[in-house]
Nanobody, 122 residues
Framework: QVQLAESGGGLVQAGGSLRLSCAAS??????????MGWFRQASGKEREFVAY????????SYADSVKRRFTISRDFAKNTLYLKMNSLKPEDTAVYYC?????????????WGQGTLVTVSS
């Protein structure tokens, strides 16, 4: 079982920046057993992919809508995932969810945090 706790959301003006954090804890897995990412869900819309980082090589991927504005990173010493968001737009307003997936040879598992609300005012 993996517990994920997001923080860092809030209200920001368009053009501003925020950094989200996701602290991970687990009984049977270590932070290095996880690939992790961020998803978001705006009101009335489906949850969508934002960014992802892979364990094995640290490679990252981003949704086209956030490329060159958002940066995903992880700190193994702190068991924490980050999402730095720059040049925020009103359309970035959503609840942001941290996601973790166990990697082989661990048993497959998908985990979600409770979400943190980001509101971008115009």
């Amino acid at each position: 079982q993996v517990q994920l706790a997001e923080s860092g959301g809030g209200l920001v003006q368009a053009g501003g920046s925020l950094r989200l954090s996701c602290a991970a804890s687990a009984r049977t897995f270590s932070f290095s057993d996880l690939d992790m990412g961020w998803f978001r869900q705006a009101s009335g819309k489906e949850r969508e992919f934002v960014a992802y980082i892979r364990l094995n090589d640290g490679s990252t991927s981003y949704a086209d809508s956030v490329k060159r504005r958002f940066t995903i990173s992880r700190d193994f010493a702190k068991n924490t995932l980050y999402l730095k968001m720059n040049s925020l737009k009103p359309e970035d307003t959503a609840v942001y969810y941290c996601n973790a997936n166990t990697v082989p040879p661990n048993s497959p598992g998908v985990y979600w945090g409770q979400g943190t609300l980001v509101t971008v005012s115009s």
